[in-house]
């Protein structure tokens, strides 16, 4: 698995565009919340260093189908730098 580096603008850029991309899903209806979590909301994200912590919580179970279509999203997501999110990332 690749390890993408950020500064701490493109990982709030990254954590918008994923929920933005899940809010346009089908997926949406059935994401109960989602939770951001570590040295980004902390304040101490290290430019270059640091992760994003995500944690999806569900209102039911998914189907393997619905798990790959949020992956991907996340991967591609991942791999963008700056300010803007790719669009029809579920097409």
Request: with cysteine; charged share 20%.
């Amino acid at each position: 698995m690749a390890v993408h580096r950020y500064t701490s603008q493109d990982a709030w850029n990254a954590v918008i565009c994923a929920v933005e991309e899940i809010k346009k899903s089908n997926l949406a209806t059935k994401l109960y919340s989602v939770v951001l979590y570590g040295s980004i909301v902390r304040g101490d994200f290290v430019d270059n260093v640091s992760d994003i912590d995500l944690m999806l919580f569900l209102k039911m179970q998914w189907s393997l189908v619905q798990v790959s279509k949020v992956s991907e999203i996340f991967k591609q997501i991942a791999g963008q730098k700056g300010n803007s999110c790719r669009r029809s990332l579920l097409v």
